[in-house]
């Protein structure tokens, strides 16, 4: 019930983000009061928004995917913090009778003290760090951060380092059983990330536009005038039908969504990333997907029992009320699975290569309301039906246009496999020359000039049908430069990396490091800061980044003049020649790929388990700065790189 009621909040606070800016439910200030030449205090006041409240400094909140409040501060050499934050008021204590937890928090405003005293009389700088997450009784806002920099007396020295801090950390530290040197020993850091999780908003998009296109499909397509009179014949006003056809819309949404939860509490967020990552599932999706788009060019038909079907549609007709529209709903879905079961893969495994808790679940959602809304908009205005296309050979077209798709896709699964276990059976120009291929013969499909099986007689080309060649063939011109090294940047997240590829007549690859160790001492060696990025074969938003970011001239001459770069593959498959057992959060955990070993270095040194990730680092392996994730800001990751030299400089 815990794990359940975590991801309902989290899917919360993810929606709530996506679909605006975050209000701003609480406010945080801070001032010194200084008591003497040589003693201060510090106060932190935390104004809460009417209704919402911060939870207490107590841990216990997070296994309920409740985060607590956290106060840390740095300063500059020679202050010294007293023990504890003081509360201007005790946190209230709540009982959630769901969870059976005992619950602290504080709503209003409250006032946190700590005393400190400077050597010498000296001024000081001091900057707090407040960690939050910010609630109210329905949901919560994703974790947040904020720092408030504060002077006392004359000037100092800026922050040394951190000084003193809660008694929890964020995320738990382990002790490793594996030999370490100090470059492996864990630090503080601080993120820098967009406000916006883009990838949670690109995945509700990417399910809302597949929902939209599986209506196009031959399963969906007849099923439109076939349930929108259904529920007009059920009411004898207007508004009953209306009331119906929402039920029918949201009924679609939540089996769904219900399949999005079950596949997220099933597997996990760690263990979605694992299996995204894995030459079998890969593989085995790869053959899926093949198949699906034999299929839609007409090889044959793939589709459930229709006994199944028959059942759940009878015991629709002969039953009342809500229960009767829901198995309309479970009707819709079992009847259009050979149509949409290739895009709802595609879009689980892209939920699943994220390692995010709420991907499926987010997913699942948008796709289920693409799907649904039309159905509700035909009900409100039955007289669009009359405009509506019938069913006919433009369906076929669909469906081998969908295929054609599929095929496409279907390359990235089996690369993403080929990358991790390092088969080189697909690298980057027998990738591109297979899509080059494959969208110059979509555009000759689209043109009339070849035809499949079931497809009907056609005397002329349709005007849509030629500006989509127009595209298709475009995009293949486009390709054709990659296969003499272009960078490509609009297809990075999909396409193997450079380094893949054996003619490359552009250059521009970065020199780096795939080794921690060795990369770190050569940066010793040479005294140079180093610029670590954790990525992953499967992770297409370290692509984007790859091809927004470090490719552009600016990030590529910031980098490779002043940093040694170390990129860590997180799902590399290669197996350690002496594999070993460390203790993760009270539990033996095997390090036995090379994926592994990286993998579990971010979580033991940086608290983090998210790709891309970036951190610099010194010649002892402390940050130069705060970390940064996936963000295409150019502009931004330079500021982040220049103040990381300088930093070092120092």
Not at 39 to 65: L, S
Not at 75 to 90: C, E, F, I
Request: charged residues 15%; hydrophobic residues 50%.
């Amino acid at each position: 019930m815990r794990k359940i009621y975590a991801l309902v909040m989290l899917v919360a606070a993810v929606l709530t983000v996506s679909a605006a800016p975050l209000p701003e439910y609480v406010k945080w200030s801070a001032r010194i009061d200084s008591v003497a030449p040589d003693r201060g205090t510090i106060e932190v006041t935390a104004t809460m928004a009417d209704g919402w409240h911060i939870y207490g400094f107590e841990k216990p909140a997070a296994d309920a995917g409740m985060y607590p409040t956290q106060l840390t501060v740095e300063t500059s050499p020679g202050v010294k913090l007293a023990d504890d934050w003081t509360p201007s008021r005790p946190a209230a204590e709540h009982i959630d009778a769901l969870l059976q937890l005992r619950l602290t928090w504080w709503d209003g405003t409250v006032t946190f003290s700590r005393g400190f005293t400077v050597a010498g009389a000296q001024g000081a700088r001091i900057a707090v760090t407040a960690a939050y997450m910010v609630c109210n009784d329905q949901s919560c806002t994703a974790p947040a951060s904020t720092t408030m920099d504060l002077n006392f007396g004359a000037p100092a020295a800026a922050p040394a380092g951190k000084q003193a801090a809660e008694d929890e950390a964020p995320a738990p530290r382990a002790a490793s059983a594996a030999p370490e040197n100090a470059w492996w020993a864990p630090v503080e850091t601080t993120g820098a990330t967009a406000e916006m999780p883009a990838s949670a908003l690109a995945l509700l998009a990417f399910g809302f536009l597949g929902g939209l296109v599986a209506l196009l499909t031959p399963c969906v397509w007849p099923m439109i005038p076939m349930t929108v009179s259904f529920f007009l014949k059920r009411g004898r006003s207007r508004r009953r039908s209306i009331a119906d056809a929402l039920t029918y819309g949201g009924s679609i949404i939540v089996i769904y969504l219900i399949l999005g939860i079950a596949i997220t509490l099933i597997f996990g967020a760690g263990k979605l990333n694992e299996i995204a990552t894995s030459a079998v599932f890969n593989v085995v999706f790869f053959v899926l997907l093949l198949v699906f788009a034999v299929s839609f060019f007409g090889a044959f038909d793939i589709k459930l029992p229709s006994r199944w079907s028959n059942a759940v549609d009878g015991k629709a007709e002969s039953t009342t009320g809500v229960l009767s529209i829901f198995l309309m709903a479970f009707t819709l879905v079992l009847v259009s699975f050979s149509c949409t079961g290739p895009i709802i893969g595609t879009l689980l495994v892209e939920a699943a290569s994220q390692g995010d808790v709420a991907g499926p679940a987010l997913g699942m959602g948008g796709f289920a309301l693409g799907l649904a809304l039309p159905f509700g908009l035909f009900a409100f205005f039955p007289s669009m039906l009359k405009e509506m296309p019938r069913s006919g050979g433009w369906l076929n077209s669909v469906k081998v246009v969908l295929g054609f798709v599929e095929l496409i896709l279907s390359l990235k699964f089996l690369s993403v496999a080929d990358l991790a276990y390092g088969w080189h059976i697909l690298d980057r120009e027998v990738f591109l020359a297979q899509w080059i291929v494959l969208f110059v013969l979509l555009g000759m499909y689209l043109l009339g000039k070849l035809r499949f099986s079931h497809d009907s007689p056609s005397q002329h080309t349709s005007v849509g049908g030629f500006f989509l060649a127009v595209c298709s063939l475009a995009f293949a011109v486009y390709l054709l430069p990659g296969l003499w090294g272009a960078p490509l940047k609009g297809i990075s997240a999909f396409a193997p990396p450079l380094h893949t590829q054996d003619f490359n007549l552009y250059g521009g690859e970065f020199r780096e490091y795939d080794n921690y160790d060795e990369g770190m001492q050569y940066a010793a060696d040479h005294h140079l800061p180093v610029l670590l990025d954790f990525s992953g074969y499967a992770c297409v938003n370290c692509r984007k980044m790859e091809g927004a970011v470090f490719d552009t001239p600016e990030v590529r001459s910031i980098v490779e003049n002043n940093f040694v770069l170390i990129k860590l593959m997180v799902d590399d498959k290669a197996e350690l020649a002496s594999p070993y057992t460390v203790e993760e959060n009270g539990r033996k955990v095997r390090i036995a790929t090379v994926g592994d070993k990286w993998s579990y270095l971010q979580r033991h040194k940086f608290g983090s388990a998210t790709q891309p990730f970036y951190v610099m680092l010194d010649n002892e392996g402390k940050p130069l700065g705060p970390t940064r994730s996936y963000d295409e800001n150019v502009e931004a990751f330079t500021e982040w790189l220049e103040t990381g030299i300088e930093n070092y400089k120092k």
